[in-house]
């Protein structure tokens, strides 16, 4: 059974950071794209970031809104996926997806936010005073 659990969320101030973890099992991440979403409450959700195995040679694609403060980055013996957030501002407030899909690239996952089937729970990030 194809599992995504994400963790790592919590209270941070604004100019802090936080790495969210996202765990997979059931598969592994040599020919997904994980992909990193985010929904603000009453708001639609985001693309964040994505990273594959096999797309895109291996680099990771980044929305205009996380370029210079988010790493993506993935550890194949681990299985996992991390979004090492900098610098977070209030409006990086929301709860944080991950998500999977075999064979896609990168690009068309950030760009236009399909390609994905498989998703965790989430888990809330919080950047406030």
């Known amino acids: 059974q194809l599992q995504l659990v994400e963790s790592g969320g919590g209270l941070v101030q604004p100019g802090g950071s936080l790495t969210l973890s996202c765990a997979a099992s059931?598969?592994?991440?040599?020919?997904?794209?994980i992909g990193w979403f985010r929904q603000a409450p009453g708001k639609e959700r985001e693309r964040v970031s994505c990273i594959s195995g096999s797309g895109n040679d291996g680099k990771p694609v980044y929305a205009d809104s996380a370029k210079g403060r988010f790493t993506i980055s993935s550890d194949t013996a681990k299985n996992t996926v991390y979004l090492q957030m900098n610098n977070l501002k209030p409006e990086d407030t929301a709860v944080y997806y991950c998500a999977a899909g075999l064979g896609v690239h990168p690009a068309v996952v950030v760009k236009y936010g399909y390609g994905l089937d498989y998703w965790g729970e989430g888990t809330a990030v919080t950047v406030s005073t």
């Open positions: 059931g598969f592994t991440l040599d020919h997904y794209a």
